[in-house]
């Protein structure tokens, strides 16, 4: 008798997108256009290898976590002034060729690495801290690419915080990795020596 096979499985549908990608121009985005179209719509956008990314807003639980973290980096850094915090509304130019200039939802970068003088509109190196808190609508490819981008960078210490399963995979260089629970408290390491904060008071 011929063999029966089952239908395959059907694939599951592919998530929402976190961000919309607008059509490139004649000439490749800059950082002026960057810097122009978020003035003009007060939109957040990032351009991710030459590619202009509009991002989606942040909701309400993705918001008052990156406010807890923010306030516990703040306390930290008036007792133990090492550097200096970055909000989310913040770009970094991760590389000039191809250009890529990301907006992670919290950064740190230590005093020794700032450049003195006048700023440029995006300090043209990776974070020594980046705190990411995941969307629902962000896939495992969006945020894995994140974290290539950021390592690659120079990046020592990255947190992605996963609200709905309330924990944290930490990233380090030379592919450290680790996961923190809701129980457990997170480690500055040596790039915030001495900065710990309870996934409970995040989370609570």
Same mark, same amino acid.
């Given at each position: 008798? $011929?063999?029966?096979? /089952? ?14 990608? +607008? ?13 122009? @179209? ?12 030459? =590619? @202009? ?12 976590? =990156?406010?807890?973290? #923010?306030?516990?980096?703040?306390? !930290? ?28 939802? +919290?950064?740190?970068?230590?005093? =020794? ?10 300090? $043209? ?6 705190? =990411? &808190? ?8 969006? &945020? ?6 950021? @390592? ?7 947190? &992605?915080? !996963?609200?709905?399963?309330? %924990?944290? %995979?930490?990233?380090?260089? /030379?592919?450290?990795? %680790? ?13 915030? $020596?001495?900065?710990?904060? #309870? ?6």
């Amino acid at each position: 008798m $011929p063999t029966i096979t /089952a239908p395959p499985a059907p694939a599951p549908p592919a998530p929402p997108s976190d961000y919309s990608v +607008l059509p490139a121009p004649a000439q490749a985005w800059t950082e002026a256009d960057l810097l122009r @179209l978020g003035h003009d719509d007060h939109r957040q956008y990032e351009l991710v290898r030459g =590619e @202009l990314r509009q991002m989606s807003p942040a909701n309400s639980v993705h918001g008052n976590l =990156e406010f807890r973290f #923010a306030v516990a980096l703040g306390k !930290y850094l008036e007792q133990h002034p090492l550097g200096e915090g970055y909000t989310g509304d913040t770009g970094f130019q991760l590389s000039a060729e191809p250009l890529t200039i990301r907006s992670p939802d +919290l950064a740190f970068i230590r005093t =020794e690495r700032l450049p003195t003088g006048s700023r440029p509109a995006f300090l $043209p190196l990776a974070p020594d801290l980046v705190i =990411e &808190i995941v969307s629902p609508s962000e896939s495992a490819r969006t &945020i894995a690419e994140k974290v290539s981008d950021y @390592l690659a960078a120079g990046t020592r210490l990255l947190w &992605i915080v !996963y609200p709905e399963q309330q %924990h944290v %995979h930490e990233y380090r260089a /030379a592919h450290a990795f %680790h996961i923190y629970h809701a129980g457990d408290t997170l480690d500055g390491r040596d790039v915030l $020596p001495g900065f710990r904060f #309870a996934l409970a008071a995040l989370f609570g």
